[in-house]
């Protein structure tokens, strides 16, 4: 089956830039999309297709993806962008289902 | 507006069967492209997909639990069920299910309910 690994932590400063990075195989065959979770509330998705942001999500916000790693981008993070994200993909290689990472905690120094 | 909304048990012994209600609002199932999944979360722990319904009522579920899950609709009523049986504590998290895209063979979470807590135990 196919996984997706996130690093579990991820620490940067107000005002700098977070990369946030998600590995599959070949992950840059698929589409990947993000989702953010704040401390006690449901998940919000914060990137699309790599680097379509829903509507209301900053600018800020940016996404890539190639070869075997997606990445995230939060540039001039704010304090109240702390949260647990996700990766998220859909295999269609063997038996369809969907995949997520295991999470990333960005703390905000 | 889209809104989701879980309701079912808070709590269920081990070994029963738990069923969840996902009631929506904002679109509906008959619509290409719609579907519904649910997700879940124990504490402190990552998200992981359960099942997936969609517009023309296929079914998908997570590998590692398919022998115990059941997912179906009810379009007229805008609600989506999942059963799960032999409820473990292992079991224990916040169930929540999302409005799920489909488009061109791309599929996201888009809306998402607030969760359901259920805890398992005797």
Known sequence: SYVLTQPPSVSVAPGKTARLTCGGNNIGSKSVHWYQQKAGQAPVLVMYSESERPSGIPERFSGSNSGSTATLTISRVEAGDEADFYCQVWDSSSDHHVVFGGGTKLTVL | ?122
């Open chain 2, 1 to 122: 507006q889209v809104t989701l909304r879980e309701s079912g048990p808070a709590l269920v012994t081990p070994t029963q069967t738990l069923t969840l209600t996902c009631t929506f609002s904002g679109f509906s199932l008959r619509t290409s492209g719609m579907c519904v999944s649910w997700v879940r979360q124990p504490p402190g722990k990552a998200l992981e997909w359960l099942a997936l319904i969609d517009w023309t009522d296929d079914k998908y579920y997570s590998t590692s639990l398919r022998t115990r899950l059941t997912i179906s609709k009810d379009t007229s009523k805008n609600q989506v069920v999942l059963t799960m049986t032999n409820m473990d504590p292992v079991d224990t998290g916040t169930y929540y299910c999302a409005r799920t895209t489909w488009v061109r063979g791309v599929i996201a979470f888009d809306y998402w309910g607030q969760g359901a807590l259920v805890t398992v135990s005797s």
